[in-house]
């Protein structure tokens, strides 16, 4: 179970959580999973992936919903359909958390190719949260599951796997470079499936004789 540690003089503080259901399936798109959830303007914000069974399975989208007393939530709607991979098999998309700035919010979601390849990174812009800008290319092959970071600098760092891009648009739209804990001879992209290799690659280098 989860415990609570955290004690002060007086003893352990009873925490009041609330919660909401924001989106219940019927028949279809029983799968959500990747949730963010932001307050931006007068209202709260969720986003989350959604698969019509299972966890990244080709077809895989990006809903939202909002609600101005977290309590009464919109009917989601699609922030992002993945793209064709080939004939009638889609693409998977993942949501990827937001970001914040001015009066300006940014959603972000990887995209890849049911053979977890083609990897890319996406971001929309909102300024009311309900009306969104066409899709960003990032140029990333990065899948991140939650947004962007803001470290003391300023800079903008986004996690994948084994990847961490960063940025000094202090938008989180543009200007992003790739970081990662391994060399960049062993990988090409950043997804579900792609940070086995580069770990057993560098586990090898590192007692290698």
Known sequence: GIRNNYSTETGIPYLRIERQMIYRPDSTWMYSHHASIAHF???FIAIWSNGLIGEDQPGQRVIFATSKDFFNWTKPKVLANPSVFKNDTLNILTAAGFHQFHDTLVA???EYSPHRTHTHLWAKI???GQHWSAAKNMYLPVNPNHGPEKIASGRLIISGNFTFPYTDDYRGVGGWKMSSLYADS???EDNPATFYAPASKNLRSTIAP
């Open 41 to 43: 303007k007068d209202r």
């Open 108 to 110: 972000y979601y990887g």
């Open 126 to 128: 909102s300024v009311d």
């Open 186 to 188: 062993l990988f090409k």
